[in-house]
């Protein structure tokens, strides 16, 4: 479904990607580990061409992304929801017309508000939100917990094959955090897409995934099951996944 190819950037010579290589198969739930500053979202963004790489390629069911393209870019972004971390909620619309710019251009033109209304009711349920206590309510007027839920169900109104998660929990305590972990597991379940989850939450991520990568200073340090992560005996991975383990046991504290 995507596969990254060699994907090299730097932002004022200062490189964040050093040629990534990475396969994506259809129907897998897939996260990318690693400390900040790795290019761990950067990757995600090329993804949609929000970034284009300096060298190498992006491939997205078969067909090159080339952000300069905008037929490319348009087909490409209608199969892909994405996740925007903190939600990125625009604070001047309500729940509705939130949701509702996730719905591609041409495809809104097309439907009657009666479709309109459909569509952004089931993505709000989807989420586990009361679309009539929430359609007309401000950011704003929302806790961090439910903006994220509105922004999941912007991502997957569109109907997508892809949905990429740019650090879906992050400010969530243990509890919400939990809960949008177990709504990504659901959502990929029942509506059948490819997902793409850049976490710092490697417990979460572990449990959830098929496969998981991990990124070292814009290069490929790790690739492979949540068994085999957790068995590396890689330096680097092993002290990634010891701290994990020990931040999961605190937060089970502080849930109970």
Known sequence: MIEYRAVFKAFDDLPVLAGVDLRVGEGEMFGVFGPSGTGKSVLLKTTIGLIEPDRGSVEVEGETVRPWDRKNLSRIRHKVGY??????????LNVWENVEMGI???ELRGL???????????????????????????????SGGMRKRVGIARAIVGRPRILLWDEPTTGLDPVNTAAV??????????????????THDIEGGLLMCDRVAMLQGGRLRFCGTPTEFRASDDPFVRAFADRSAAQAALDHLEIV
């Open 104 to 106: 591609p251009e041409e």
């Open 181 to 198: 972990e177990r709504l990504i597991e659901q959502l990929s379940e029942e509506l059948n897409v490819t997902s793409v989850i850049v």
């Open 112 to 142: 009657s508000r009666l479709e309109r209304t459909r569509r952004i009711w089931h993505s709000l349920e989807l989420v586990n939100l009361d679309p009539a206590l929430v359609v007309t309510k401000l950011p704003a007027e929302l």
């Open 83 to 92: 996740v925007f971390q903190n939600a990125a909620l625009f604070d001047s």
